[in-house]
């Protein structure tokens, strides 16, 4: 341990060893001090030195990425490009002009891309060079990052995932390989993989950034955003994605913020482990010292997740239209038979996620932030997940991240910054925040996490979501043995199906705790009320925690 914080696996390749940040960079390269070429073919090298053992990139564009750090250096405006050389990796479900878009499939298409994504095109246009594709768990659909592909590792411990769908791209970053990257989030894709990483990931909220993340954004849940070292160039990065250049400043709010602080999870039957409740309290410490106002208050989370769950469902089974099926990883296959049935059932209700937001609206109106856990457990072990039985990789995912897709939901702004480090895996805890109008934040990193929920950070509502991921140890499929538990034939799905969406039929919500064991952890009281045990924190990561504060207090 260094400062009270364990290296990184791969020490040539940490946070740390990252020549600069994005915003220096472009600095460098604005100023003439740095030459594009030469910051590409830097990043090239980390990509060449220390990517055989991560495995985030499913393209390396080495040729292409030169041309274009050269088209960059000779373009008239290069003194006013906000990403001026700064070299990035794009997640593997967006078009890249020329490139494959495999989305973590042997099945899609296998034909180069005709034209950028605008998200694409808008980091291109702002000076940013793509140095690779990142590697995404098939059709993005759950929270490991593993596929037909391969398996992509944690660069704080390789034995364990950097989360998912957005892995790759969060793996890119903490390995120093990139200063930042793309991602994409429809059920907490880009919080979770930062939180698993120990990076900055922010969910700007719906319709800030154009999206078109699959065939139908997975009924309005996905957004594009941001993963990055440092929350200064995570919002720079978000500003150029946003087309809006004032998002890039992040300043300290002009008053004390209301914050409101919940460890409870959206889901009955799932608890947080103790070191990520610490991560919350670290934040909470943090937080009261810079004079802000912190109350205990859980938010009225939906009492049935089904139909949250319905949409990630019936999202897979659109997204694989057209797809041959049986060449489809075992899990996602049933994942997508349940979705064709819940979309033959009709059980997407708009009603239902306008009561959430309308709910949530009234909470939000005596607060300007929530902080809660990104994470409940550690990241999950770097397997092919794909491969097992579908009930063990649902409830590992649910288990591991119960926090993030009520916020996709809910349409809110979320982000997860680092507040420290676990004692056992390594990377650094996350905590998460959202707020209803702007940008939100989730941090969480590894293991321990918290999430800050609050109302308006660009101009819209928006808390993030993703693909969920990683059970504790001893409590899922990490350690289970999932053989026969769901066959091959998608027809199996069946059963599943009437355990998880017959309650929308009932008034309640269903209790998970079967499905998805848990401990009771008895409470400590933390002067806000009564939160999951969690021993005293240190101050580790509190630069991270204070940037957070300015960036989710912006107003739109």
Known sequence: MVGGIIRPTLECMSPASTRASATDIANGVRSGWLSPLGVVTDALGRIAQGDARVGAFQVVRVDRALADAEEVAGRSDLSQLPLAGVPIAVKDNVAVAGELMRDGSLVTADEPQAADHPVVARLRAAGAVIVGITRVPELCVFGATDSAFGITRNPWDLARTPGGSSGGSAAAVAAGMVPVAHGNDGMGSIRIPAACCGVVGIKPGAGL?????????????????????????????????????????????????????????????????????????????????????????????????????????????????????????????????????????????????????????????????????TLAAPPLRAARWGQRAWPWVFAANT???????????????????????????????????????????????????SNVLHPGLASHQAFGGGPLSTPVAGHGADEADDGGFVGEDPNDSGAALDLLVEPLQRVGGPDLAPVLPGEDREGEDLGLGRVHQGPDLGVSGGELVTDLVPLLAHRG
């Open 399 to 449: 288990r591991f991240a119960p926090y993030c897709a009520a916020w996709n939901y809910a349409g809110y702004p979320a982000m997860s910054v680092p507040t420290g480090a676990h004692p056992h895996t390594g990377p650094r805890w996350p905590c998460s925040s959202s707020r209803p109008t702007a940008a939100s934040s989730s941090c969480l990193a590894s293991r321990p996490c």
């Open 209 to 373: 950034v154009p999206a078109q993340v699959g065939n139908n954004d997975w009924y309005g849940l996905a957004e594009n955003g941001s993963l990055a070292t440092t929350v200064a160039d995570a919002a720079l990065l978000l500003s150029v994605m946003a087309g809006e250049p004032r998002l890039a400043k992040v300043d300290e709010p002009s008053h004390a913020l209301r914050i409101g602080v919940s460890t409870k999870p959206p889901i009955n039957g799932v608890r947080p482990d103790r070191e990520h409740v610490r991560a919350v309290v670290r934040a909470v410490r943090l937080l009261q010292t810079a004079g802000h106002h912190l109350t205990r208050v859980d938010p009225p989370y939906p009492r049935n997740p089904v139909p949250v769950l319905a949409r990630w469902f019936a999202g897979a089974s659109i997204d694989a239209e057209g797809l041959d099926r049986a060449g489809l990883d075992r899990a996602v296959r049933v994942h997508a038979a349940i979705g064709d049935r819940v979309r033959s059932r009709d059980l997407i209700k708009p009603s239902d996620r306008e009561d959430f937001r309308s709910r949530m609206a009234t909470y939000f109106e005596r607060l300007d932030l929530l902080i809660t856990p």
